[in-house]
């Protein structure tokens, strides 16, 4: 049986936050999630000059590989900062959180910029990157459990999904905004001057644009929900069991869905520059066409599982990306027409999923553990099966076996397919009277 958790405090003591101050603060959010996904996208960006700069390249094959090892590395970090600032939201409140992870996301990818390469210092130069993207990745899953459970608790009951569906607007301007800075400098500097120094601008970037978040982050106002929660007299308790349950469930759910996004988000434009022989700029500027298609229909999308429900969104998803993976891998070849095409399609697909992820996960669990469960679940799932996707596929290209990581990619969207089925239907539901 449903078991209620009563987190409503007495009518005279509820907080209560204006339409307008939620629409400001979802902005805020927003810009600054924006931010951080350009941050963490662009290391995959500029991953081939990376390669080139940090690793020794006696053997370019390894070097690349080494370069996405340090990739998953970094999202190996990324279930520490969600669990810990799970828990340090669920204690302190989501704003708090949301400000001390644009900090650090933005002091590491300054230094990225800074950084001696490998012929400057050897070996010290690969360490120091993988130093710096482990303290991303810790902060990156901080940023990413908060700005979740912030954005959904702040949303209309009945809009949840197309507010939540920002989330993942964010993800994909994110890796826009990263890939635009790219394909400009690529096509301004050239590839010789993008090697020696080109790489490191986009971090530099980064660290003024963190300056215009921050300042706009300090005006945004805690979740009442949260604020709700903490005034309340009585908190039943969900039984560890079933949160533990539920959490294993939302890992199930997102693994097919963060692999699949992983694949057609950030490596495949590197597998079309290094495998096919397409040039980097038309590749990343193919890439960008892609992905904002994925950005216009993400609205829509969450909106629409507003309408119909969650599972149908997750159903839907999970039998297209099974029946596109074989097809769109073998179309990408050296004709920038072929990534635009995939890439748009792939992330459309993918928005079916991730668009009311964000609602789906803030309504499986009670306000007083949602922080520390989206934290963990989300972030290790994303750590586990998106983070190594890049390298696992650049390996298994490498052995000259592609296939594998095609049914590798199929097999996850099939747990996500029978994973659905073990969620009830959640559209609508109120956050301070949950029933779990």
Known sequence: MAQTTSLDPSPSTQTTISLAD?????????????????????YSVMSPFIAAAMFDQNDPASAILSVFAVFAVGFLMRPIGGIFFGWLGDRIGRKAVLLTTMLMMAAACFLIGLMPTFAMVGVWASVFLLVLRCVQG??????????ITYIAEIAPNNRRGQWGSVTGVSIIGGSVLAFLVGALLNSGLGDEAMGEYGWRI??????????????????????????????????????????????????????????????????????????????????????????????????????????????????????????VTVPFSLLVNDQPWTLTLTVGLALSIWALANSPLAAVQAESLPTYVRGRGIGFAYSLAVAVFGGTAPYLNQLFVSLEQPWLFNAYVMGLCGVTLIASFFFRETKGADLNKLEV
């Open 22 to 42: 939620r629409r400001r603060s979802l902005l805020s959010s927003t810009v600054g999630n924006v931010l951080e996904w350009y941050e963490w996208t662009a």
């Open 138 to 147: 810790f902060a990156h899953g901080g940023e990413s459990t908060a700005s």
């Open 202 to 323: 986009p971090f530099f970037v980064a660290g003024v644009m963190a300056l215009v978040v921050l300042w706009m982050r300090r005006k945004m106002s805690e979740s009442d929900v949260f604020e709700n929660a903490t005034q309340a007299v009585e908190h039943p308790k969900v039984p560890r069991r079933r949160v533990i349950a539920m959490t294993v469930r939302i890992i199930a759910l997102i693994s097919g869905v963060t692999c699949f996004n992983y694949v057609w988000m950030t490596y495949m434009t590197t597998y079309a520059i290094n495998e096919q022989g397409m040039g980097s700029s038309a590749a990343y500027w193919a890439t960008v066409v892609g992905q904002l298609a994925c950005v216009v229909v993400s609205p829509f999308l969450g909106r629409l599982s507003d309408r119909i429900g969650r599972k149908p969104m997750y159903v839907l998803f999970a039998v297209l990306a099974i029946a």
